[in-house]
């Protein structure tokens, strides 16, 4: 006899099947006694299939009320407010500032040989901060919200302690005392960035008055102090709406919007601003638009939500904006000034003295300074990425390269810490370079802070800045083959740079923060290095540093105090002493 579980079961298919007939018996006699279901047709509405993987647009930008302005920022959440919200007038500056040395000197020169070299009279230098990272009251006097606005308060990690943009150093409002800072100093030159969202806040459409008004008083401010404004079109704060419209820097709409903003700006202050940069630093489309969260929280166009197929479109249409306006602003308005592109790149060395790791240096160059120079070259991108990219590489068509070729008038760069570069394991870079499924592709070279005897490039910075070291030797090493690369290239601008003193952001007491050693030293080995450059190695270049920025600045702002003091720190003195030294001229208009 069966065991007593098989019987169980057998018993239990039995029944199952027995179900399964009535079920089946029940659904035909359901089927045959049901009555035929019909519905009456409607008249007076129109009718479609929708299906929002179809879309081509999400919203529509042709829509510029206030109730549109309103939809954004609410897209964005709630905005912190400062303490000021109106514009502070200048307060009486001091004669002079205290300054360390007395118990602890300040940092010698790197290059003792140089102490007496001179720079000409006419030298350029001063700091330099962008919009979203000093201004601060970005609800304010009818801007619109950007992606950096966005961001940090919807993806939570955009930045290391995820605070925003909201309040920051009110710039916006304390620009006054910030330029009479400046004066009482003796900096002649203030680079900062206009916000494409004050003035057209939806990116295009009509022009913000109150937005145009503030930055009338900017600059008038500077030319009233006798300091030399230097302006930055575009630092990475996209507008919004042209997100949600259109995907912003993956559509080539995004180049006509663009020209529109910057051509304004440009009629308006040429006469007075002294260099102009289009774009800070495109290479951010690779470090930084390519994980900007397209089809997270605003659609995806064009099938370019994010990765390599965004990084390369935003590269290109970055390219031929530029490149648009620069033409224009030579060859139409005939401006007087100089113009140009702030790169970002770094000295690469090789890992070994192998001839694999010798080309990946030259493919790292490629990838990052030549993806943008084509002004300096044939106006095309390098053979080494269109080799290797194929389709994904959007074509510059003859049009477009003869758009690009010859418009820039200098070379700026922004330099990054050195890199040690060896070519990708294990074939190498041709071997990396046929296979899209390598995780090294399409760049096929690796890169390190860390060199081949197992020291690091230099001493680290804050921990929350861990891609950022100290190697002033190695900007003299860069200059020197910017030159080389783009022979072309009549001068060098170095324009930024900065260093992010360890530990400062938790520190409290401010006698512990002033005397910022770290900093001091990487100004002093840079600002020799670059020294070098221009009176040994003959490479002729401009430098500010940005410095009013959180945690990378020359002077610190106390946060808990709702006016936001500032108060120079020993790094301030630093760079001061340095120009007063080769730059004769200056000993009376920088305080002892």
């Not at 279901?37 to 929708?50: A, L, W």
């Not at 774009?279 to 951010?284: G, K, L």
Request: with cysteine.
């Amino acid at each position: 006899m069966a065991p007593s579980s098989t019987r169980q079961r057998l018993v239990a298919l039995v029944l199952l099947s027995i179900c399964h007939r009535a079920v089946a018996q029940n659904a035909t006699a359901y089927a045959a006694a049901s009555p035929t279901i019909t519905f009456p047709s409607t008249t007076g509405y129109s009718t479609k299939t929708y299906n929002y993987a179809l879309a081509s647009t999400y919203l529509p930008n042709n829509d510029f009320s206030n109730e549109q302005l309103a939809f954004l920022w609410d897209q964005v959440g709630i905005i912190s407010t400062g303490a000021i919200n109106t514009t502070v007038s200048p307060t009486p500056e001091p004669s002079s500032f205290p300054r360390p040395g007395y118990l602890h000197p300040m940092v010698p020169a790197y290059i003792p040989s140089l102490s007496a070299a001179t720079l000409p009279a006419d030298f350029k230098w001063g700091v330099a901060g962008a919009a979203f990272q000093v201004e601060g009251a970005v609800k304010d006097e009818g801007k619109g919200p950007t992606i950096w606005d966005f961001m940090p308060h919807r993806q939570v990690g955009t930045t290391a302690d995820n605070t925003t943009g909201d309040v920051t150093s009110n710039y916006y409002y304390l620009y006054k005392q910030d330029l009479a800072r400046l004066k009482a100093l003796g900096i002649p030159y203030n680079s900062q960035s206009i916000a494409w969202a004050r003035i057209f806040p939806f990116g295009k459409g009509p022009v913000n008055e109150e937005g145009v008004a503030h930055y009338d008083d900017v600059i008038a401010e500077h030319v009233r102090l006798g300091i030399k404004p230097v302006i930055t079109l575009f630092h990475w704060d996209t507008p919004l709406a042209l997100f949600n419209e259109y995907g912003a820097w993956t559509s080539p709409q995004i180049v006509d919007d663009y020209f529109n903003y910057a051509k304004f700006i440009i009629e308006r202050y040429d006469e007075y601003v002294d260099v102009w940069y289009s774009f800070n630093e495109p290479q951010y489309c690779s470090f930084q638009y390519a994980s900007y969260p397209s089809g997270l929280y605003y659609p995806s166009y064009h099938n370019l939500t994010r990765g390599l197929p965004a990084q390369y479109a935003c590269g290109h249409y970055t390219l031929l904006a530029s490149a648009k306006i620069m033409k224009w602003y030579k060859e139409e308005f005939k401006g007087r000034r100089r113009i140009s592109m702030k790169m970002s790149g770094a000295y690469y060395i090789p890992n070994t003295t192998s001839e694999a790791d010798a080309a990946a240096v030259q493919r790292s160059y490629d990838y990052s300074l030549g993806w943008f120079s084509g002004s300096w070259t044939d106006g095309n991108y390098p053979a080494s990425m269109r080799d290797t990219l194929g389709d994904l590489l959007p074509v510059l068509t003859a049009e477009n390269q003869s758009l690009i070729l010859g418009s820039q008038d200098f070379y700026a760069i922004d330099p990054s810490p050195v890199k040690s570069i060896a070519a990708a394991p294990p074939g190498g870079i041709e071997a990396c370079a046929s296979n899209s499924s390598n995780p090294y592709w399409p760049s096929c070279f690796v890169t390190s802070a860390v060199t081949s005897d197992g020291f690091p490039t230099g001493p680290a910075a804050d921990v929350h800045a861990e891609w950022l070291w100290s190697n002033p030797t190695g900007i003299r090493g860069f200059l020197k083959k910017i030159m080389q690369l783009f022979p072309s290239v009549p001068d060098i601008v170095v324009s930024e740079f900065g260093f992010v003193e360890p530990a400062e952001g938790e520190r409290t007491v401010m006698s512990e923060i002033l005397w910022d050693l770290r900093r001091a030293d990487y100004f002093q080995g840079y600002l020799d290095n670059i020294l070098a450059a221009r009176v040994v190695d003959g490479s002729d270049n401009i430098e500010w540093f940005s410095g009013e920025v959180t945690r990378f600045g020359l002077q610190y702002i106390n946060y808990t105090d709702p006016t936001l003091p500032r108060t120079p720190k020993a790094s301030m003195f630093q760079f001061l002493d340095f120009f007063a030294q080769h730059i004769p001229s200056l000993n009376a208009s920088i305080p002892a």
